[in-house]
């Protein structure tokens, strides 16, 4: 088992800026990438940025020059920089990691989610 948990969502007026954090704990043997994915209310969950072990990075387009993600390999933990944010940007963001355990089996984990808000 492997487990996301997440931090550092809250309330953030237009053009502010919040920090989320996610740690991997449990019987990690790799990982592979970990990615930070959000759902509006009423709205499918879509992909916002997503980095490898070997720090290659995707981001929407939607966040691109906005949002910087940076995965700390040693600490089994992924960052999410944001800026610049938008009341469309109003979401519950969740942690995601793909990967193999102990067991040498795959996973794919996700965290709880933490709320963002974006409002004045």
């Known amino acids: 088992q492997v487990q996301l948990v997440e931090s550092g969502g809250g309330l953030v007026q237009p053009g502010g800026s919040l920090s989320l954090s996610c740690v991997a704990s449990?019987?990690?043997?790799?990982?592979?990438?970990m990615g930070w994915y959000r759902q509006a209310p009423g709205k499918e969950r879509e992909l916002v940025a997503r980095?490898?072990?070997?720090?290659?990075?995707y981001y929407a387009d939607f966040v691109k020059g906005r949002f910087t993600i940076r995965r700390d390999n040693g600490l089994n933990t992924v960052y999410l920089q944001m800026n610049s944010l938008k009341p469309e940007d109003t979401a519950v963001y969740y942690c995601?990691?793909?990967?193999?355990?102990?067991?040498?089996?795959?996973?794919?984990?996700w965290g709880q989610g933490t709320q963002v808000t974006v409002s004045s």
């Open positions: 980095a490898t072990t070997g720090h290659d990075t």
């Open positions: 995601n990691a793909v990967g193999y355990g102990s067991n040498v089996r795959s996973y794919d984990s």
């Open positions: 449990g019987s990690i043997f790799s990982i592979d990438a």
